[in-house]
Nanobody
Framework: QVQLVESGGGLVQAGDSLRLACAAS????????LAWFRQAPGKEREFVAS????????NYADSVKGRFTISRDIAKNTAYLQMNSLKPEDTAVYYC????????????WGQGTQVTVSS
């Protein structure tokens, strides 16, 4: 069972940057993909970005391309989400999730971290 712990959320102003971290433990993590999702009040949870821990293959939602960068530190089993040029519409609870690269669903979720961007 993979455990995920997020950190790095906070309150920033529009245009600022923030970096989130997702520390993973348990399981054979080289087989896993870590992803970030977010959920704004009154909206459905949406995919933000993902990265495979072994090869570092990335994928992004169109809404964050060019502003957000996902990376990983294999030695620390940690994925990072660098968020630049933040907008008020980026305000949400950000969740880290994990699945094996062969799976189609995310079986493991973190507790979430709040990101608030003021205008």
């Amino acid at each position: 069972q993979v455990q995920l712990v997020e950190s790095g959320g906070g309150l920033v102003q529009a245009g600022d940057s923030l970096r989130l971290a997702c520390a993973a433990s348990g399981g054979t993590l080289t087989r896993y993909l870590l992803a970030w999702f977010r959920q704004a009040p009154g909206k459905e949870r949406e995919f933000v970005a993902s990265i495979t821990l072994s090869r570092g293959t990335t994928n992004y939602a169109d809404s964050v391309k060019g502003r957000f960068t996902i990376s990983r530190d294999i030695a620390k089993n940690t994925a990072y989400l660098q968020m630049n040029s933040l907008k008020p519409e980026d305000t949400a609870v950000y969740y880290c999730a994990a699945r094996t690269v062969l799976s189609s669903s995310y079986a493991n979720w973190g507790q979430g971290t709040q990101v608030t961007v003021s205008s």
